[in-house]
């Protein structure tokens, strides 16, 4: 079994809303990783946790902020965002961050900040 | 800086072949991914290269060359649910991948 799953698969927010994206692996993974993804554009790593501590920022603002409540779930908490983070966020597990490990990617959030 | 080039967008008939190449500059190397992305979609892994040489999955090969900063992706009779963008990306010394700009196939009956 090599699924990620991704809740909510759409969303549609204003600028004074927050919400969360919600992540699940039940592989066992140790790693896990936020990416954005813009149309025609590869992902771009957000945040990686490796065994539930965040351990990569990728100087992200702080009106994204990731939750790893367990090894199983990691949470991306939104807060006053911008048009321009409209985009697909993608949740990715990894049994760990470095060795032969390959990344799995869920399904996505398409996210829309009118 | 780290860099990966693959071309932007190939086309290719039903029941061939196709070949797509990534060549690659990374601060370190620890592997090589390919990944294929259908429209909307999120990305699934297809194969992993760490050693010089050809592995094979299926209608689905990948090559590596370290020396040469190289790799290539070949699909061989090709149906039309290949129509996707191939994204190769390296796994720099920090475990960290750098993923390319993607490859769009467009396959023609």
């Known amino acids: 079994d090599t699924e990620v799953t991704q809740t909510p698969k759409h969303l549609v927010m204003g600028m004074t809303n927050k919400k969360s994206l919600k992540c699940e692996q039940h592989?066992?993974?140790?790693?896990m990783y936020w990416y954005k993804q813009k149309a025609k554009k590869p992902p771009e790593l957000m945040f990686v946790?490796?065994?539930?501590?965040?351990?990569i920022n990728e100087s992200v603002p702080s009106r994204f902020s990731p939750e790893c409540p367990n090894s199983s779930l990691l949470n991306l908490h939104l807060h006053a965002l911008q048009p321009e983070d409209s985009a697909l966020y993608l949740c990715?597990?990894?049994?760990?961050?470095?060795?032969?490990?390959?990344?799995?990617f869920g399904p996505g959030t398409r996210l829309l900040v009118l | 800086g780290q860099n990966i080039d693959q071309p932007t967008e190939m086309t290719a008939t039903e029941g061939a072949i196709v070949q797509i190449n990534c060549t690659y500059q990374?601060?370190?190397?620890?592997?090589l991914f390919w990944y294929q992305q259908h429209a909307g979609e999120a990305p699934t892994f297809l194969s992993y290269?760490?050693l010089d040489g050809l592995e094979e999955k299926g209608r689905f090969s990948s090559f590596l060359s370290r020396s040469k900063g190289y790799s290539y992706l070949l699909l061989k009779e090709l149906q039309m649910k290949d129509s996707a963008s191939y994204l190769c990306?390296?796994?720099?010394?920090?475990?960290?991948?750098?993923w390319g700009a993607g490859t769009k196939l467009i396959i023609k009956p």
């Open positions: 990715a597990s990894s049994q760990d961050r470095g060795g032969v490990e390959t990344q799995y």
């Open positions: 990374t601060s370190g190397f620890n592997g």
């Open positions: 946790y490796s065994y539930e501590k965040l351990s």
């Open positions: 990306a390296v796994r720099d010394s920090n475990y960290q991948l750098i």
């Open positions: 592989m066992g993974h140790r790693a």
């Open positions: 290269n760490v």
